[in-house]
């Protein structure tokens, strides 16, 4: 039996870093969407502002975090990743995700045009849901799919068990 070997997993404190960020802005980024429309949207009357502008704040400094700890997996994890030919699809879907998330953070932040904002808004809510979804799917695959090398020695096995059953 073959052992799948982990030459791509990123180090644990990066791990725990990526994924305690990921975290936190889920938490915040979720609990900042159920208040804003449970309380009336952009137009609600009664709506908590300063709760709701401290979720944002939170939010904002891990979106900062978060830029720091997929440069780190940029470095290392991605490119190692890439010539290993693992996860492919899922990785590149991640780090477009997080590449849309951080542009329409700066609209939301810098922009001053209003429909440009609700348009990055809706944008950036529907693509943080899926970034959450993203990553632990990429984890998950990346866990199941071996390595080209794995599978080169898998297939080199095969052929020697049938050529020598011949």
Same mark, same amino acid.
């Given at each position: 039996?073959?052992? !799948?070997?982990? %030459?791509?997993?990123?180090p +644990?404190?990066?791990?725990l870093? +990526?994924y305690? %960020? ?15 429309y449970a309380?009336?949207?952009?137009s609600?009357?009664?709506? =908590? ?5 401290q979720l944002? &704040? ?9 830029a720091?700890a997929?440069? &780190?997996? +940029?470095?290392?994890h !991605?490119? @190692?990743?890439?010539r290993?030919?693992? *996860?492919?699809a899922t990785g590149v879907s991640v ?6 998330l951080? *542009? ?7 922009s001053?045009? $209003?429909?440009?904002?609700s348009?990055?808004?809706l944008?950036?809510?529907?693509l943080g849901v899926? !970034?959450?979804?993203?990553?632990p799917l990429?984890v ?5 799919? =071996?390595?080209?090398?794995v599978? @080169?020695?898998? @297939? $080199? *096995?095969?052929?020697? %068990?049938?050529? *020598? @059953?011949?």
């Amino acid at each position: 039996m073959l052992e !799948v070997q982990r %030459t791509n997993s990123a180090p +644990l404190w990066q791990r725990l870093f +990526l994924y305690l %960020t990921l975290s936190g802005l889920a938490v915040t980024g979720s609990a900042w969407m159920i208040i804003h429309y449970a309380t009336g949207g952009f137009s609600g009357e009664h709506r =908590p502002y300063a709760m709701l502008h401290q979720l944002m &704040i939170y939010h904002g400094i891990l979106g900062y975090v978060m830029a720091i700890a997929t440069g &780190i997996f +940029l470095g290392q994890h !991605v490119a @190692a990743g890439w010539r290993a030919g693992r *996860s492919r699809a899922t990785g590149v879907s991640v780090m477009i995700l997080l590449g849309v998330l951080m *542009s329409t953070a700066l609209v939301l932040y810098y922009s001053g045009n $209003d429909a440009l904002r609700s348009l990055a808004s809706l944008v950036h809510q529907i693509l943080g849901v899926g !970034v959450v979804l993203a990553i632990p799917l990429h984890v998950a695959q990346r866990i199941a799919q =071996p390595t080209r090398a794995v599978r @080169a020695m898998a @297939a $080199d *096995s095969a052929r020697e %068990t049938n050529s *020598s @059953a011949v």
